[in-house]
């Protein structure tokens, strides 16, 4: 479930990126984007530990 939100984050964050360069219409500021990528690098750290637990046992 967190990699699964992790990608979408990252994909949000992506498609931000690219209507920035190519259309030149970001709907989202600079901390917004940064603040998604942190939720992203979150989620993904968050399911990483998670199935490192489950490895463990």
């Not at 964050?13 to 984007?33: E, I, P, Y």
């Not at 940064?34 to 490192?52: G, H, K, N, P, Q």
């Amino acid at each position: 479930m967190a990699l699964a939100i992790a990608a979408l984050l990252f994909a949000a964050f992506v498609l931000d990126l690219a209507l920035g360069a190519l259309a030149g219409a970001a709907f989202l500021s600079d901390v917004q984007a940064m603040l998604l990528l942190l939720a992203a690098s979150v989620a993904f750290v968050v399911a990483i530990l998670r199935r490192e637990a489950e490895a463990r046992k």
